[in-house]
């Protein structure tokens, strides 16, 4: 008697140049996929990033580098051979380049060699590489955007939120999915303040100086915090003392734990996230499901998945930043709405589409989970 046997399961390794120590985009998002990974056994999950070397024997491959951030955690790694060497040994069926810096090219040539498919996932733009270095954005993009076009001219797909063809030459293959933790959902006994938050990096291409004019134009003297630590932390502080914010602005340490921080979104009278080049916006995504008021550049890919909960401005109007930050002032969040986007963005729900198209990409029937 013939059995069937059910398909292996599909061997999926993010590569993480940029997998910071305290947070990042990236970190949350790969952090959320390995723990779905484990919980539902739907995919063999591994991530390699730069560290101290060694692998904890649950999937994370951390190889050698050499500290470039202390602020962040982020490192560099002192090569491309141990990385070549470790996909050899993972053989996986799909390989997730999250950025264009670690030998992209040769790292694709060794997974072809070993028949895994190549996507490159598009977590950045040049806009956002351009503002975060120092001169003229327009000396940065014209070389970022031939570096980007080079770097991911072998992979087998792109896998973006937003439209990467202008970045990179390749129009998306695969959705790049967001989902939440479960500890953002509204949070009713945690009291409304009066102040304005913003949680992230302290970085130029944020947008925080922007928010501290916006707030020295204000009338009423609101309270501002700022969650998060940067390289242009000191130059902040400056500008916010020559603003005569000094008295209204609060400087507080990166929150890890997840529930901790849904209490701080949920306390807030308005959470702003300022930055013009998100490629999502993770911030307003999470403060929106925890029941807070949100205010967000009109270009960041998430307002459009809380548009009952967000009230945007354009790129560069500080006027406008700051009359949205009063609207939303004044505006009643909608808990249940709130609760609503948080039952239906589930991080399960992302990797589980997501990895049908991977898999797909792949030549490779997804297996059941275990």
């Not at 484990?38 to 904890?56: F, K, M, N, Q």
């Not at 406008?320 to 009643?332: D, K, M, P």
Request: hydrophobic share 45%.
């Amino acid at each position: 008697m013939l059995r069937a046997v059910a398909p292996p399961r599909l061997r999926v390794v993010d590569v993480a140049l940029f997998y910071g120590e305290r947070g990042g985009g990236i970190r949350t998002y790969i952090d959320a996929k390995a723990a779905w990974a484990r919980a539902t056994g739907a995919i063999e999950h591994h991530v390699i990033v730069p560290g101290l070397a060694g692998s904890d024997g649950g999937g994370r491959h951390e190889l050698p580098s050499l500290r470039l951030a202390a602020t962040n955690g982020y490192r560099v790694p002192t090569g491309v051979s141990a990385l070549r060497a470790t996909l050899r040994a993972l053989r996986p069926d799909v390989v997730a380049l999250h950025d264009p810096f670690w030998g992209p090219v040769g790292v694709a040539r060794t997974a072809h060699e070993i028949d895994a498919a190549v996507v490159a996932v598009h977590h950045g733009s040049i806009a956002l590489d351009a503002a975060g270095l120092p001169g003229p954005d327009r000396l940065w993009r014209p070389l970022l955007r031939s570096w980007m076009h080079h770097a991911y001219r072998d992979v087998d797909g792109v896998v973006s939120a937003v439209d990467p063809l202008a970045d990179c030459g390749r129009p998306a293959a695969v959705a790049l999915r967001f989902g939440l933790d479960p500890a953002f959902v509204p949070q009713p006994d945690v009291p409304r303040g009066d102040h304005v938050l913003y949680v992230g990096r302290l970085g130029r291409e944020k947008g925080v100086a922007e928010l501290l004019h916006a707030a020295a134009r204000s009338r009423e003297p609101w309270r501002l915090r700022l969650i998060g630590r940067g390289p242009i932390e000191l130059r902040l502080r400056r500008l916010a003392e020559s603003l005569g914010l000094g008295d209204r602005v609060e400087w507080l340490p990166y929150i890890a734990d997840r529930a901790e921080l849904a209490r701080a979104y949920a306390a807030a009278r308005v959470v702003v996230m300022p930055g013009a080049h998100e490629t999502f916006g993770l911030v307003g995504f999470e403060a929106a499901a925890s029941g807070a008021s949100v205010v967000t550049c009109s270009t960041a890919p998430s307002a459009a998945f809380v548009r009952e909960h967000v009230r945007t401005y354009e790129p560069g109007d500080v006027d406008g930043l700051l009359a949205a930050i009063e609207a939303q002032r004044l505006a009643e969040p909608d808990r249940l709405a709130a609760a609503a986007l948080a039952a239906r963005s589930t991080w399960a729900a992302a990797f589980e589409a997501e990895t049908e198209q991977l898999a797909r990409l792949a030549g490779r029937p997804p297996a059941a989970p275990v």
